[in-house]
């Protein structure tokens, strides 16, 4: 398991310090900036960070990327259960984590999406029902 030490709403300064292996990248979106971390081994191949363009910029989302499409799905039910939304994504509750937004984690392709409903982001007002 990758351990990164990084949370939801942590700003951007104290994780580019801590992370010094991040490369920022043009995601092609003016709301978010965003920062990609290659891996070498393992079953990922890379982890793309997104923050708010905020004054006090915070991490909103992340993706991490896998070589093989085929075990994400399995991959993503062995770490958060079966699928509570639609079957196929999973929904956390701010009162299940205890904090004063909720967590969504889909899959897509050959990817693990986690993502929040920070304020100043684009999940601020929530997920798709």
């Excluded at 949370?7 to 003016?30: E, R």
């Excluded at 939304?85 to 937004?101: A, P, Y």
């Amino acid at each position: 398991m990758i351990d990164r030490k990084v949370f939801f709403g942590m700003k951007q300064d104290k994780f580019l310090a801590k992370n010094p292996a991040v490369t920022p990248t043009d995601s092609g979106f003016d709301f978010r900036r965003t920062y990609t971390e290659k891996i070498q081994t393992g079953p990922v191949v890379e982890i793309i960070y997104y923050f708010t363009t905020t004054e006090n910029a915070v991490l909103y989302e992340f993706i991490i990327k896998y070589r093989d499409m085929q075990s994400v799905q399995a991959t993503a039910t062995q770490l958060l259960g079966i699928p509570n939304h639609k079957n196929t994504e999973w929904r956390i509750s701010n009162k299940e984590i205890k904090e004063d937004f909720n967590i969504g984690v889909w899959t897509f392709g050959h990817k693990i999406v986690y993502a929040a409903t920070l304020e100043g982001c684009e999940w601020e007002k929530g997920f798709e029902s």
